[in-house]
């Protein structure tokens, strides 16, 4: 049981990861005011990028980077639609959903099921753990570390920096931050296309450091689970990597219940995360559509002429 215990333990940060990393990116971009739906398919142009990179004879760092530029790419199209133009955000969003999907299955077909040397964990190349503990530390590999700092990071960046501080005024009141002489149009357009960056490195990851191939569908709704994580985070970075783990330890279950033969249906364990957003969904209905950490402008469309 001990043994079980350690493998599941060491398996949720690995599917944790790109959810927190996904929800990371939408805090940023929520707390500036846009509704942001794009991660499912910012996602998948991060992971196809990110393995054609490293397929291309390339270091699996720079693929890593290459799919942050992919995210933040197809997320400054996004950007300059709802905030530029003050398109829908919400058909913006799904629009933005299927064309990433798209261009990732029409641009990766060449790469589809060709395993490559990706990011390693940090005991591939170690003596067989016996402590638990180090067993659960040479099964992480370093992005995982860097999602741990990001969380960080994005946290001390909302709460501590007057970058930030405007970044929230902006998602309050975007005509009292344009009165006091904050650019509101950039402000957003930066947010989304930093937001789009993360979730584009939480494609990567999948394909690049968690599976080392890129196949079509290996999102499979991780971009919609993100989006239910950060409701239940209330749009706090902190709270978005205690709902990843839980969210990650769900979804870590199934797999392992498998490799030990425990008599549990598979699809019923494929469903358990999907269910748990579901629950998610229901129980933020049930306690309000709005909560007081929501930002006030979410969904907004700011016209400056609107101000009084």
Partial sequence: MSGFLVGWLAAI????APLLLAALGLILSERAGVLNLSAEGVMAIGAMTGAAVVLSGIA???????????GAGLSLVFAIVVVVFRGDQTLAGLTTVAVGIGLAGVLGRDYVQK??????RFGADAAPATGAFERFFLQQDPLILVTLVLVVAVWWFLERTRAGLQLRAVGEDPGTADVAGVDVQMVRIAAVVAGGALCGLSGAYLSVAASHVWVEGMIAGRGW????LVIFARWD???ALLGALIFGAAEALGPRLQAVGAPVPTYLMMMLPY???LAVLVLS???GRRGTDEPAALGSIYLRQDKS
Avoid: K, Q
């Avoid at 395993?115 to 390693?120: K, T, W, Y």
């Fill in 115 to 120: 395993p490559f040397a990706g990011i390693e």
């Fill in 275 to 277: 269910a748990l957003t």
């Fill in 285 to 287: 209905s049930l306690v």
């Fill in 237 to 239: 970075a902190r709270r």
């Fill in 225 to 228: 689970i993100a989006v239910a």
């Fill in 60 to 70: 699996p760092t720079l693929g890593i980077l290459a799919g942050v530029a992919a």
């Fill in 13 to 16: 940060p690995a599917y944790a």
